[in-house]
């Protein structure tokens, strides 16, 4: 058997971006699209579509393009979105609590099933129609309830340690959205959301007006 090829993380991060796309057009009953529409539309080189796609299979027809609704379910499946992804939320804070009721919008499979806090005032209380629990309780939830991902809205203090007990737990990806970079020796994919950070880089976009 051959070796599988690496894909590179920007591919990774692209396929969403062409799932929301064919999602939409599907939702207008658009059945084929090519390259070349797609690329003038989400201002991305088509020759750089097929590339990502062809990295996964064969999906397109010459002359005709791509069938939306196939590749829809190709994508969903590439990114595991036909299977159910459970996630854990852990920190009920402002934050933490614009998150879980983002849960009702989510359309695939992927859910937040549990939220979690150190806050004894917070627990027991109902977040987003899930009752927030102990982070003591935090690891035998993940297992008993098969969570493989998680997202921490926690203060930058309490990051670092409540990624370790979330690995050590079983956890296998994780959203950062604390002001804290989390390090790890495991192989556990983490992804830092940093607001701050963003907007300060949009800020570099912003006419110049200061005085002479």
């Known amino acids: 058997m051959g070796k599988v090829p690496k894909i590179s993380e920007a591919v990774v991060r692209r396929l969403p971006i062409y799932l929301r796309y064919l999602t939409n057009l599907q939702d207008n009953q658009v059945k084929t699209i090519s390259s070349q529409q797609m690329g003038k539309t989400m201002d991305i080189?088509?020759?750089?579509?097929?590339k990502d796609?062809?990295?996964?299979g064969d999906f397109g027809k010459k002359g005709i393009g791509y069938d939306v609704e196939y590749l829809i379910d190709k994508i969903r499946h590439i990114?595991?979105?036909d299977q159910a992804i459970h996630v854990a939320l852990v920190g009920a804070g402002n934050l933490g609590q614009a998150i879980s009721n983002y849960n009702v919008y989510l359309k695939d499979n992927m859910k937040i099933i549990a939220i979690f806090d150190a806050d004894p005032n917070k627990i027991g209380k109902d977040l987003g129609g899930l009752m927030i629990e102990s982070i003591d309780k935090m690891a035998e939830?993940?297992?008993?309830?098969?969570?493989?991902?998680?997202i921490i809205t926690t203060p930058?203090?309490?990051a670092q340690e409540v990624a370790d007990r979330l690995i050590h737990a079983g956890i296998e990806t994780i959203l950062n959205f604390a002001p804290a970079t989390i390090r790890t020796d495991k192989d556990v994919k983490i992804d830092h959301?940093?607001?701050?950070s963003s907007l300060q880089s949009l800020a570099y976009y912003l006419q110049d007006k200061t005085a002479d």
């Open 45 to 50: 080189n088509p020759a750089q579509i097929r």
């Open 53 to 56: 796609l062809s990295a996964f």
């Open 79 to 81: 990114l595991k979105l």
């Open 141 to 150: 939830a993940i297992q008993e309830r098969n969570i493989r991902m998680a």
């Open 156 to 158: 930058a203090s309490a």
């Open 193 to 196: 959301a940093d607001l701050t």
